[in-house]
């Protein structure tokens, strides 16, 4: 009888493994572009995985060309919410903006302005409006 209730266990996680690939690819690079608005133009990606037999650290940056309306739209569909100085984040995330050396284009302000996110368990989307684009920040940890 334990041997039935372990192949069913298995069964179920395999099962179950799909619906997590299907979340997972959602927020990864592809999901994250093609949820942008139809009229986004200079769209730019960068992504950067830690290498390794199991899920790994990961990141991703995107950057396009937006307006505010559209970008309301975005954080809205994405179900991301304000970030506030008060609000607190698992794993001591916290969102941060800034230009990076190692990316010509990656050039957001410091201000957290009007950051929104998404925190799903170890993965965290950031997105913020500037000067007409749309800045989003993915991390997993």
Request: glycine share 8%; proline share 8%.
């Amino acid at each position: 009888m334990a041997g039935r209730a372990r192949l069913a266990i298995a069964i179920l996680l395999l099962a179950a493994l799909p619906a997590c690939r299907r979340v997972a690819s959602f927020l990864s690079e592809p999901g994250l572009v093609r949820a942008l608005p139809a009229a986004a133009t200079d769209v730019r990606t960068w992504s950067w995985q830690e290498q390794g037999p199991l899920p790994q650290d990961s990141t991703l940056r995107v950057r396009a060309r937006v307006t505010h309306e559209e970008f309301v739209e975005y954080v809205t569909g994405m179900g991301m919410a304000p970030h506030t100085p008060e609000r607190r984040y698992g794993h001591g995330f916290a969102p941060a903006w800034g230009p990076d050396p190692g990316i010509d284009w990656w050039t957001p302000s410091r201000e957290l302005g009007e950051t929104y996110v998404r925190e799903d368990g170890a993965s965290w989307t950031s997105a913020k409006w500037e000067d007409g684009f749309i800045w989003i920040a993915h991390d997993e940890i």
